[in-house]
């Protein structure tokens, strides 16, 4: 696989690797395109929450702060991205804080695990958590968080295996973390 230098190779199994690396101005498109998928596919399963994040602004702003990640497949097709933010999500201000182990921890959170849906089930989101997770303690991080939507129970169970832990079920979320 070819990649530069500013990009990340990450193993997700024997025959399957991914190039990471911040995402740029140019992958907006192909960024709103792996959004919508996932959209669409959760839209079919019943949960229609992510249509929110298919694209506009907020992607736009977190793609120029540095915050979104792109995985490209061997033949250099996006095919997942992930955000990774400083502080916590703006819905949660003032609700998250009292439940986290270390509430004045340095902390990044998790959010918009996206994977194209033709590549669900190979490991993907796993081995893009653990780069999310290397990514944030080389920026001194000492602890990974996230929350879901309240109504997606296989969701808590995928992270809670990945090695999070539950810290409350809130109207906002259900929010997890997991030290680094």
């Not at 740029?24 to 709103?32: C, E, L, Q, V, Y």
């Not at 933010?85 to 998250?96: D, L, R, T, V």
């Not at 009292?98 to 340095?106: L, Y």
């Not at 879901?148 to 809130?170: C, H, K, S, V």
Request: glycine fraction near 8%; aromatic fraction near 10%.
């Amino acid at each position: 696989m070819d990649i530069s230098a500013n990009e990340q190779i990450v193993n997700i199994s024997a025959d399957m690797q991914l190039s990471v690396r911040l995402a740029r101005d140019s992958d907006i498109p192909a960024i709103a395109h792996v959004m919508k998928s996932c959209a669409d596919w959760l839209e079919g399963e019943g949960y229609t929450h992510w249509k929110v994040y298919q694209s506009g602004p907020k992607c736009e702003e977190d793609v120029a702060n540095g915050k979104v990640y792109c995985a490209f497949g061997a033949d250099r097709t996006l095919i997942a991205t992930f955000t990774i933010a400083h502080e916590s999500p703006p819905y949660a201000k003032g609700i998250f804080e009292d439940h986290w182990e270390v509430p004045d921890a340095t902390a990044r959170f998790f959010k918009k695990l996206a994977v194209l849906p033709n590549f669900h089930g190979n490991g993907i989101g796993k081995g893009l958590l653990q780069e999310a997770e290397r990514i944030s303690r080389k920026q001194g991080a000492t602890y990974m968080r996230l929350d879901i939507n309240p109504g997606i129970p296989w969701l808590g169970d995928y992270y809670r295996e990945l090695g999070f832990e539950q810290r409350a079920e809130l109207a906002a979320g259900v929010i997890f973390e997991k030290a680094l």
